[in-house]
Each structure stands twice: as structure tokens, then as C-alpha cells.
């Protein structure tokens, strides 16, 4: 029988109780946090999507591995176990740990890039747009149009545009194009994959003009999954080849094993390049430690190097995308507009469509935001005009479902939470900032709702 219920593939050996709050304490709390779910604290929150990164859980098997770590300054087994699992998926030379994903992206960008040259990239992660901006080089997002609009449903909405890359590298010159990367998937973009044709065909660009592909990898094994579920050709081979082809057409990759890692913190670096390699050793040595452990514990390495491959297993796939696709499906069925379709890690609301009676300048996402903290517990994060000012595109609100956390319960608990905020949409204010930092000011602004007298000394 093909089952329609959606069933978690594991079984639940040790629980984390979760804390209700009434409505009034919420009212007090949001206030006490002026309105920034980044200042509330985490007992607090009911269902906690503000990231899928480093908030899932582990594994029998990973908590057993973490026993087995090797804390050997030099040398360790773990690292031997870390670095074996690493190769036998991603296939590349060297391995380089690193404490997390921009780590990563440091030293990478450290080690290849100076001031003039440009980085193009399916869309840069904000961290990776920071890390190449930090060396004075350009990052250059170059999405297929598809992927700049919310409500198209486009199988692959994560694909570079391979013509407006020739374009980059015509106008540029190749000599300033240190490397091209591609995110798998387009976290920025939504949370969409990228098909196997058009890494194939970025790939054919890049070795053409002599120029290095990187990987950020981040989510490899949900980008693999779509591969499967969506590319003709694919349906038969298993998210582990799929993932093996992938990287066998670039030279390297950035991970943050916070993702599809399937552990609390980690990362590496890869590259087929022996010198790059050395460079990036030296570079690991003096900022994050020895490289056979590169900033994590021996038990950190361990709990990677199962997770890696755990995060391939065809029914924890199947459960992870389906579980996200319904609840995109049954929210956007009832009329709530998201970014469509569904992507892997997160749900996106599109914030500015449905609460289009705020104005873009009193922040229609934070509004939502707030909202949905109010109705039922749950923590989203704004990503538009608080997180990127007049710059924003879009003002989306992401529900990003943490790994193995959370049941088909809890999924079906956010549908109602979602669809009762809806059911109250034109009653929702805007907000108002009164404080902001200088820069990445998400993080510690804060507001209160529009329509009251601002506080003596506060911005406006
Ligand atoms: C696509 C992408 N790249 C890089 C990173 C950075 O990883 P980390 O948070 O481990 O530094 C993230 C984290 O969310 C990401 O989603």
C-alpha cells in the first residue's frame, strides 16, 4: 500500500518538553522583546522555526559515534572517519574541518580572492555576499527570472542563468572570476533546488573559460531529493549517486554541516586543488586549529561524519520534503500566498501580498512575524524590509522546519495557527522602529506597533 499519512521514519528515545503561554503573557513577552523574536527567549516560543540550521536531532546512531570521539590534538581517528565519510559523498581531495559553514566561506574567499575580482553565484548566502565583500571582491547574484517571482511554480527555480553568466564572464574578463559558486539549494532564493542539466551546463561554462566551480553544499542531500523527485532521468537513482554526479562537476565545496549535516555545529571545506589546499591549511591553522580537527571537538567530527550520510536515507527524504510541501500545500490552498512552490528546508509567506494593506515601510513581515508569535507560539524570521532595508525585493516570512524536531502534529498545529491569522489579516498593524544598530540590524532592533506618539530620543 502507498500510504498517504505522512509518518516520521524514527522512533522518539528522549523528549525536550515544549512550554505553553497564554495569549496575555505572549502580549507581555513581545513587548518585553520590542517586537524582535530574535530577543525572546527560547523557552518562550512554542514551535521554533526561526532556522533550520544546527536545531535538529541527532540520531542513535550519531549520540553513539559522539562516544567514539577522538580528542587527539593531531591525527585523530575521528578525523580519519570524518574525512572518509566526506570523500566517499563528495568525492574531492582534500577535506578541511572548519567550526561552521562561513569559516568556510572565510577562508575560501580569503585564499582566492582580492579587491576588483567578482564571485557570480546562483544567490549568495548572506554570509558568502559578506565573506567575498570582506576581501574587497564583488558578489554578483545571477538567478534564472523565474526565481525572482514568489508565485510562479517553476521545478527548478533555484538554476543559475547560464546566459547571464557568459554575459558576466564576456563583460569582466575571466582573469578577474577567481571561481563561480552554486548553492544547492538556494537558501536565499526560497529554498529551491538547482537540476542536475543546469549544474552541468554552469559547469561546462566554467571549465571552458578555465575558471573553478565551488559548491556551497549546504542542503546537497534536499537538493538531491528534488533531483530525483522532478529531473527526468533520475528517478531510479539513489539521492547518494545523485549527489556523487553533482559534485564530480565542480572543483570543491563550502559546507555548513548545520544543515544537511545533520548535526548542532560544524563545516568544511573541499577542493581538488593541492595548493589551494595548502593555503587554506595555513589559513586554518592560525584562525581555527590544527586540520585534523579545525575548530570542532573529535566528537563533533564523528557526529558529521554519521549525519552526512544520514541525511541521504531515502525515507528521512521523503518525509523531510513531504512534511514541508504539506504545509505550503494546505496553507496556499486556503489562500495564504507563499513562494511556490514549497522549497526544502523552509515554507517563505510572502508577507507584502498578504498583509497588503501595511505600507513596505512599516515592515509587513515583522507585522506577520509578531502575529503568528501572538496566535499560537510559533517564531518565524522576517527576511525583507527590517533584514535588508530599501534594498529588500520582497517581504518574506520563513517558517524553516528544523531536522527530525518536529511530528505531522505540530505541522498540522501551524496549518491552524497560520490559517486563523489569516482569517484576521486586515486587522493586523504595521510597525515602527525605535532602535536600530549600524549594521545587520534584524538582529537587535527594536519596534512597536505604528499609530502610537514615538518615544522621546528614539529613530524613527
Ligand atoms: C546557503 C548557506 N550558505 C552558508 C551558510 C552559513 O553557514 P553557517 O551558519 O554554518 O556559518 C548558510 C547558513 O544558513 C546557508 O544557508
Known amino acids: 500500500m ?6 516520521e521514519p524514527f522512533r522518539i528515545k528522549s523528549v525536550e518538553p515544549i512550554r505553553w503561554t497564554t495569549r496575555a503573557q ?24 526561526l532556522t533550520d540550521s544546527g536545531t535538529g536531532a541527532m540520531s542513535t546512531h550519531q549520540w553513539a559515534a559522539i562516544m567514539e570521539g577522538d580528542e587527539s590534538y593531531a591525527g585523530s581517528r ?16 582534500h577535506v578541511i574541518p572548519t567550526h561552521q559553514g562561513r569559516a568556510a566561506e572565510r577562508i575560501l574567499f580569503g585564499v582566492t580572492c582580492k579587491k576588483g575580482d567578482v564571485i557570480p553565484n546562483n544567490t549568495h548566502f548572506d554570509t558568502t555576499r559578506a565573506n567575498v565583500e570582506f576581501t574587497g571582491a564583488e558578489a554578483v547574484d545571477l538567478p534564472i527570472p523565474e526565481g525572482r517571482q514568489p508565485a510562479l511554480e517553476h521545478p527548478f527555480k533555484g538554476n543559475m542563468d547560464v546566459g547571464a553568466l557568459e554575459n558576466l564572464i564576456a563583460r569582466v574578463g575571466r582573469e578577474r572570476i577567481p571561481l563561480v559558486m552554486l548553492t544547492i539549494t538556494n537558501n536565499s532564493g526560497g529554498g529551491q533546488p538547482v537540476s542536475m542539466e543546469n549544474a552541468r551546463q554552469v559547469s561546462a561554462v566554467c571549465r571552458r573559460h578555465g575558471i573553478a566551480l565551488y559548491f556551497d553544499a549546504c542542503r546537497f542531500a534536499e537538493n538531491a531529493w528534488f533531483i530525483k523527485l522532478r529531473e527526468p532521468g533520475y528517478s531510479s537513482k539513489s539521492p547518494k549517486q545523485i549527489a556523487q554526479e553533482m559534485f564530480r562537476l565542480g572543483d570543491g565545496c563550502t559546507m555548513s554541516a548545520k544543515k544537511d549535516g545533520m548535526a548542532n555545529i560544524g563545516g568544511f571545506l573541499c577542493t581538488n586543488n593541492d595548493l589551494l589546499a595548502q593555503q587554506e591549511k595555513d ?19 564523528e557526529a558529521i561524519a554519521v549525519g552526512v550520510q544520514e541525511a541521504l536515507e531515502e525515507d528521512y527524504l521523503r518525509y523531510r520534503i513531504a512534511s514541508t510541501a504539506y504545509l505550503g500545500h494546505h496553507i496556499s490552498a486556503a489562500g495564504v500566498p507563499i513562494v511556490q512552490p514549497p522549497g526544502g528546508h523552509a515554507v517563505y509567506l510572502d508577507a507584502r501580498t498578504f498583509l497588503s494593506h501595511i505600507p513596505i515601510e512599516q515592515f509587513p513581515g515583522v507585522a506577520l512575524a509578531c502575529e503568528l508569535y501572538l496566535e499560537g507560539g510559533v517564531r518565524s524570521v522576517e527576511i525583507g524590509t527590517l533584514m535588508f532595508g530599501a534594498a529588500a525585493q520582497m517581504d518574506l516570512v520563513r517558517l524553516a522546519i528544523p531536522r527530525r524536531v518536529y511530528t505531522q502534529s505540530h505541522i498540522d498545529y501551524l496549518v491552524e495557527v497560520i490559517l486563523e491569522v489569516s482569517k484576521n489579516r486586515e486587522r493586523l498593524r504595521g510597525m515602527r522602529l525605535t532602535y536600530e544598530a549600524p549594521f545587520l540590524r534584524h538582529f537587535t532592533a527594536h519596534l512597536e506597533p505604528a499609530g502610537r506618539e514615538p518615544r522621546p530620543g528614539s529613530a524613527s
Open 2 to 7: 502507498q500510504a498517504k499519512t505522512i509518518i
Open 26 to 49: 505572549r502580549e507581555e513577552l513581545l513587548k518585553a522583546a520590542h517586537y524582535n523574536l530574535f530577543l525572546l527567549p527560547a523557552d518562550d516560543v512554542l514551535i521554533d522555526l
Open 78 to 93: 575521528s578525523f580519519d572517519r570524518f574525512r572518509d565519510s566526506i570523500q566517499d559523498i563528495f568525492g574531492y581531495a
Open 283 to 301: 589559513l586554518l591553522i592560525l584562525t581555527e586549529g590544527y586540520p585534523t580537527y579545525g575548530g570542532l571537538a573529535g566528537r563533533d567530527l
